[in-house]
């Protein structure tokens, strides 16, 4: 399974832009970028997903590479409540590859948020 | 229901005794999984059923793990002869079709072993 790299943790404050890395360098041409977190005695949760290009959905935006290589998730202003450990995730969708179907998480990158 | 809903929502047992984790996946959602996370650890697959394909059970430990999913909807995980690091946080997610969208995680089953 193609894997991802992330930082083991970030800190922002609050109301600030997050920007979170994610490096996917042998990424393959059918897998999506997935991002989850997962906040503290809580199950993961879905934030956004793409392909090549950019996403935008109420919770964040996914900026994607030209070369998809890497990808950043932005929370354009952070709240207390977003901090949690957040998951870049590659995601097969071509029916074919062995990771298809299924989600595996890595470490993930801890945000902490300061008041 | 509007969520994954997972009973029960904590389980204490005794070393060696069976346990049953049941997993109420989003109505109409075909993509079901079973991960679990012990303290302070990432997620770990465990299996994942798909419509009526077979189940892909590459991440169960060990054969005293075992799981169902009956008419596409419900699933029920099964430990047989529970060990103490079978101790977890044991998360069902579903999707509607296990491909193009997202997982919806339900808030886990804790299970002690002790």
């Known amino acids: 399974d193609a894997k991802t790299t992330q930082p083991n943790s970030m800190e922002s404050n609050e109301e600030e832009p997050v920007h979170l890395p994610c490096n996917h360098s042998t990424i393959s041409g059918t897998d999506y970028i997935h991002w989850y977190r997962q906040l503290p005695s809580q199950g993961p949760e879905y934030v956004i997903h793409g392909l090549t290009s950019n996403v935008n959905n109420r919770m964040a935006s996914l900026a994607i590479a030209e070369d998809r290589k890497s990808s950043t998730l932005i929370l354009h202003r952070a709240t207390l409540r977003d901090a949690a450990v957040y998951y870049c995730i590659l995601r097969d969708h071509s029916g074919g590859g062995t990771s298809y179907g299924k989600l595996t998480f890595g470490q993930g990158t801890i945000l902490t948020v300061h008041p | 229901g509007a969520g994954v809903s997972q009973s029960p929502s904590n389980k204490v047992t005794e070393k060696g005794k069976d346990v049953e984790l049941r997993c109420d996946p989003i109505?109409?959602?075909?993509?079901l999984y079973w991960y679990r996370q012990s303290l302070g650890q990432g997620l770990e697959f465990l299996i994942y059923f798909q419509g009526n394909s077979a189940p892909d059970k590459s991440g169960l430990p060990s054969d005293r793990f075992s799981a169902e999913r009956t008419g596409g909807s419900v699933s029920t995980l099964t430990i047989q002869r529970t060990q103490q690091e079978d101790s977890a946080v044991y998360l069902c997610a579903s999707s509607l079709d296990g491909n193009r969208y997202g997982y919806t995680f339900g808030s886990g089953t804790r299970l002690t072993v002790v």
């Open positions: 109505s109409g959602h075909t993509a």
